[in-house]
Antibody
Framework: EVHLVESGGGLVQPGGSLRLSCAASGFTFSNFNMNWVRQAPGKGLEWLSYIHSSSSSIYYADSVKGRFTISRDNAQNSLYLQINSLRDEDTAVYYC????????????WGQGTLVTVSS | DIVMTQSPDSLAVSLGERATINCKSSQSVLYNSNNKNYLAWYQQKAGQPPKLLIYWASTRESGVPDRFSGSGSGTDFTLTISSLQAEDVAAYYCQQYYSTLYTFGQGTKLEIK
């Protein structure tokens, strides 16, 4: 069974940094492209970033380019999101999501990790 | 970026009745070489992560009840729930994966009337 478990969220001050992790199991992680998506409290879904299975291609939403860095470690079955220069508007639940092998839609999602930016 | 706009923002439908949610993209998400629309629908219940319902605009994900259907092409798409059940109360989102920068619609909140 596919499992994605995010961790690393918490309370952080504006201007701070955080590294989120997503531990994958139940599938061959190195064969799948992965994404990060966030959801601010009471708001909709916002796609953040994509990484190819081999890390050969990486894309970011314009809203986070330059502050967020996606990476993965296929040996550790793990996906990461480094978030720098945190702002109040980065407060959200951050989800990792797997892309289907059939196309670039997101077929499995983790439960999410909450990041709260506040002084 | 491709902007996805859903309508309505919220919807109240009686049990057993049809629910229809619309999604419009700012440019076509139909890829001419394979005649596929790069459009997915997700359901998100309160306190849960999103769940994939429909992909390629009209293909139901495995295990999704057949009361859920997707239609449309190019820039205009529809998610239809043919006979609303209590467990369908949720927010619904469309997403385009035509561009390398994926985008979601703002969501439609579906409630029971």
């Amino acid at each position: 069974e596919v499992h994605l478990v995010e961790s690393g969220g918490g309370l952080v001050q504006p201007g701070g940094s955080l590294r989120l992790s997503c531990a994958a199991s139940g599938f061959t992680f190195s064969n799948f492209n992965m994404n990060w998506v966030r959801q601010a409290p009471g708001k909709g879904l916002e796609w953040l970033s994509y990484i190819h299975s081999s890390s050969s291609s990486i894309y970011y939403a314009d809203s986070v380019k330059g502050r967020f860095t996606i990476s993965r470690d296929n040996a550790q079955n793990s996906l990461y999101l480094q978030i720098n220069s945190l702002r109040d508007e980065d407060t959200a639940v951050y989800y990792c999501a797997r892309e289907s092998p059939l196309g670039s839609f997101l077929d499995y999602w983790g439960q999410g990790t909450l990041v709260t930016v506040s002084s | 970026d491709i902007v996805m706009t859903q309508s309505p923002d919220s919807l109240a439908v009686s049990l057993g009745e049809r629910a229809t949610i619309n999604c419009k993209s700012s440019q076509s998400v139909l890829y001419n070489s394979n005649n596929k629309n790069y459009l997915a629908w997700y359901q998100q219940k309160a306190g849960q992560p999103p769940k994939l319902l429909i992909y390629w605009a009209s293909t139901r994900e495995s295990g999704v009840p057949d009361r859920f259907s997707g239609s449309g092409s190019g820039t205009d798409f529809t998610l239809t729930i043919s006979s609303l059940q209590a467990e369908d109360v949720a927010a619904y989102y469309c997403q385009q994966y035509y561009s390398t920068l994926y985008t979601f619609g703002q969501g439609t909140k579906l409630e029971i009337k």
